[in-house]
């Protein structure tokens, strides 16, 4: 016997369903205390990391048209 024939997904399909598991994923990490605590400590490392190569720039840090322009963001 050999291996059964697979249904080729269109890339829509494959989106979708990449954002359930990712959904499923983040949900069973935010149940859980112990993993809960290890995924923020990670983001915050990777925060730190980029404040440090200066890719996350404090408001105060930015000239007045950055300013602006984030404030509008926000």
Do not use: H
Not at 18 to 26: A, G, N, P
Not at 46 to 72: F, G, H, L, N, W
């Amino acid at each position: 016997m050999g291996r059964p024939k697979t249904v080729s997904t269109t890339t829509e399909e494959r989106k979708k369903r990449k954002r359930e598991l990712e959904r499923k994923r983040y949900q069973n990490i935010k149940g859980d205390p112990v993993l809960y605590a290890q995924y923020q400590l990670k983001n915050k490392a990777k925060y730190e990391k980029r404040k440090a190569q200066k890719k996350v720039i404090s408001i105060k840090d930015m000239t007045p048209r950055a300013r602006r322009v984030q404030r509008k963001k926000w």
